[in-house]
């Protein structure tokens, strides 16, 4: 049985860098029962059915390297409305480049955002390259946020009157006290 401690994520497949062949490596991974039972917390789920993924990983110099996958789950979630379980595949392309975690930003000027920019490289950590964790956060984006079951609609509580239960509104002794002094 696997289970993650808060060095260790619940579904971890480290790869070492230095070991990567020269060309493209292709790797196959999938949670075991227990990886996807401690994942369905953090994700939110009423359960993990299963959790997939084929990776290709490349160098691509300068310390570089580029990380290119598929992920497929099969997940039950809950309505957000009725909040009966639904079931769900998930299926998600991603591509990830990491580098060197010795790259420092230079906090002497202002860094300029933009949309269309490329994201900066993910830190390699220890030599490593966490294939399991990088599943697992495309898996997190990838999940409907908000999924509702085919019909469901949203009935907002009906508007309850001023005493709804014979009990006397706490600030009629204050308006009684206004209308007094007037």
């Known amino acids: 049985m696997i289970v993650a401690s808060p060095e260790q994520p619940e579904f971890s497949r480290p790869v070492q860098v230095s070991q990567l062949p020269a060309r493209v490596s292709r790797q196959a991974i999938a949670a075991e029962p227990a990886e996807r039972h401690a994942l369905v917390g953090r994700l939110g789920l009423i359960e993990l059915k299963s959790l997939s993924a084929s990776l290709s990983l490349e ?13 497929t789950a099969k997940v039950v979630q809950a309505c957000v409305v009725t909040l009966a379980p639904l079931e769900a595949v998930v299926e ?74 014979g009990k006397p509104n706490p600030f009629a002794a204050l308006a009684a006290l206004r209308r007094k002094k007037e």
């Open 59 to 71: 160098l691509l110099g300068g310390g570089l390297v580029r990380v290119n996958g598929q992920l």
């Open 92 to 165: 998600d392309e991603f591509e990830v480049t990491f580098g060197p975690p010795d790259v420092e930003l230079d906090t002497g000027n202002e860094i300029e955002l933009s949309w269309e920019s490329e994201d900066p490289p993910d830190p390699i950590v220890d030599g490593c390259i966490d294939l399991g964790e990088v599943v697992v956060e495309h898996l997190a984006l990838a999940l409907d946020p908000f999924p509702r079951a085919p019909g469901a609609v949203f009935e907002p509580p009906k508007e309850q009157d001023d005493v709804p239960d």
